[in-house]
Structures are given as structure tokens and as C-alpha cells.
């Protein structure tokens, strides 16, 4: 069974930094596009960040610069780097295998202005 275990949010002010962690056990981890996700208050769930199992990646516009995605596969972990942090980057931030449904608790982001 699929179960992303996130870490490392919290609460920062705005241009602050902070680095999510995200254990995935259950599936042969290397082999897997990874994708941070967030969820804004009243807002649908986005993706944020994706990492191919060759370390290619992408980040939507609005983190671009600002965001670092980057895994180690010995440790089935994928991060991801956060700085200057903005008050719209709260939300709670999910990862998980870009093409499997599971879903882990999140962790929850805050920036205050």
C-alpha cells in the first residue's frame, strides 16, 4: 500500500523559507514521477512541483525561482525547497507518484504577511 508521510510545514513570514519532506513507502520509488500539490483555503488542489525519476523537473509559474524539488531515492524521500515565501503559498501540501491515486495528510503551510 501506497503512503506518503509529509513533513515540515509550518508557520513563516512572508520571504521566510521552508523545506517539505515527503517519505513514500510501498512502491519501487525511483521508478516514479514524484509531484508536490497544495491546497488553498476554497480553492481545487494544484500541482506545484513534479520530478521524473531522472530528475527532470517542472514548477507551475506562480513558484518558479522560488521553489526546489529534489529527491533522494535511497531514502524514498522527495523535498521540496520553499523560499521567499509568499502569503498565497498557504495551503496544506500533499505529495505523491504523479500517476497513482494516493493521497497522504499533508502538511500544512502558513505565510503571514
Known amino acids: 500500500q501506497v503512503q506518503p508521510v509529509e513533513s515540515g510545514g509550518g508557520l513563516v513570514q512572508a520571504g521566510g523559507s521552508l523545506r517539505l519532506s515527503c517519505e513514500v513507502s510501498g512502491i519501487n520509488f525511483n521508478h516514479y514521477t514524484m509531484a508536490w500539490y497544495r491546497q488553498a483555503p476554497g480553492k481545487q488542489r494544484e500541482l506545484v512541483a513534479r520530478?521524473?525519476?531522472?530528475?527532470?523537473?517542472d514548477y507551475a509559474d506562480s513558484v518558479k525561482g522560488r521553489f526546489t524539488i529534489s529527491r533522494d531515492n535511497a531514502k524514498v524521500t522527495v523535498y521540496l525547497q520553499m523560499n521567499n515565501l509568499k502569503p498565497e503559498d498557504t495551503g496544506v501540501y500533499y505529495c505523491?507518484?504523479?500517476?497513482?491515486?494516493?493521497w497522504g495528510q499533508g502538511t500544512q503551510v502558513t505565510v503571514s504577511s
Open positions: 520530478i521524473g525519476s531522472g530528475d527532470i523537473t
Open positions: 505523491k507518484p504523479v500517476v497513482l491515486d494516493s
